[in-house]
C-alpha cells in the first residue's frame, strides 16, 4: 500500500533553475496539499487542492506553482529556482479538507538550491 | 486566524522518565480538529492521535497520553517511562474553518539510555 508517493527524494539546483516535485496519492483521496518544512519554523502549506480542479495558496506560495492533473496527482513547479526555497517539501493528501480527515503525508523530498 | 504554540523547542530526558509536550492552540471556531505527528529521525510524518473540539476526554494508547483542556486552549501529550526510539520531533496541528492544517514549530525530544 503506497499511499503517498512523492519524487524526486533529493535533488540539487543551481540557482535560476526550474524543477516539478511530483506527487500521487492511492487512498482515492479528494484533497491534497504541499508544505514545505524548514529548521526551527515547523512545516507552512505552500498550496492546497480541496478537490480535483480547484487550487489555492497557503501560507507562503511566492516562487511555486502547482498542477492537480487529476484526482490522484497533484505537482509543485519552482519556475526560477532561489536559495531560499532550499528546504524539505512534503505532499500529504486527506479524503476531504476541513473535516477533520486523517492528511498523510508522503516522505519528502530534500530539495538544495546552490 | 489559527496559530498553534509549542514553547518547548529541545527536551532531553533520561531513558524511563515521563515527559509532556505542550500544546497551546488558538482559533475562533467552534468546531476545530486536533492533531499530534511524530518526525523520527528518518524524517517521515506518523500520524498519532486527532481530536475534535466537541470530544475533552483525555486518551491513553500504550504510553502514550494526551490531555485536552478547551479551557487553556491545550492539548498535551506525554510519554510515561519514555524510550529511546520516542526520540524524535513531535508536532502540534490545528484544522479549523476553512484553513488546513496548521503545525507548531515543534519539539526535538531526545531520550538518553
Known amino acids: 500500500n503506497a499511499g503517498v508517493t512523492q519524487t524526486p527524494k533529493f535533488q540539487v539546483l543551481k540557482t535560476g533553475q526550474s524543477m516539478t516535485l511530483q506527487c500521487a496519492q492511492d487512498m482515492n483521496h479528494n484533497s491534497m496539499y504541499w508544505y514545505r518544512q524548514d529548521p526551527g519554523m515547523g512545516l507552512r502549506l505552500i498550496y492546497y487542492s480541496a478537490s480535483e480542479g480547484t487550487t489555492d495558496k497557503g501560507e507562503v506560495p511566492n516562487g511555486y506553482n502547482v498542477s492537480r492533473l487529476n484526482k490522484r496527482e497533484f505537482s509543485l513547479r519552482l519556475e526560477s529556482a532561489a536559495p531560499s526555497q532550499t528546504s524539505v517539501y512534503f505532499c500529504?493528501?486527506?479524503?476531504?479538507?476541513?473535516?477533520?480527515?486523517?492528511?498523510?503525508f508522503g516522505e519528502g523530498s530534500w530539495l538544495t538550491v546552490v | 486566524a489559527q496559530k498553534v504554540t509549542q514553547a518547548q523547542t529541545e527536551i532531553s530526558v533520561v531513558e524511563k522518565e515521563d515527559v509532556t509536550l505542550d500544546c497551546v492552540y488558538e482559533?475562533?471556531?467552534?468546531?476545530?480538529?486536533l492533531f499530534w505527528y511524530k518526525q523520527p529521525p528518518s524524517g517521515e510524518l506518523v500520524f498519532l492521535i486527532r481530536?475534535?473540539?466537541?470530544?475533552?476526554q483525555n486518551e491513553i494508547s500504550g504510553r502514550y497520553s494526551w490531555n485536552f483542556q478547551k479551557s487553556t486552549s491545550s492539548f498535551n501529550f506525554t510519554i510515561t517511562a519514555s524510550q529511546v526510539v520516542d526520540s524524535a520531533v513531535y508536532f502540534c496541528a490545528l484544522e479549523s474553518g476553512n484553513t488546513p492544517l496548521v503545525f507548531g514549530k515543534g519539539t526535538r525530544l531526545s531520550v538518553i539510555a
Open positions: 481530536r475534535n473540539s466537541f470530544d475533552e
Open positions: 482559533t475562533r471556531d467552534t468546531t476545530y480538529y
Open positions: 500529504a493528501s486527506s479524503a476531504f479538507r476541513g473535516s477533520g480527515n486523517t492528511i498523510y
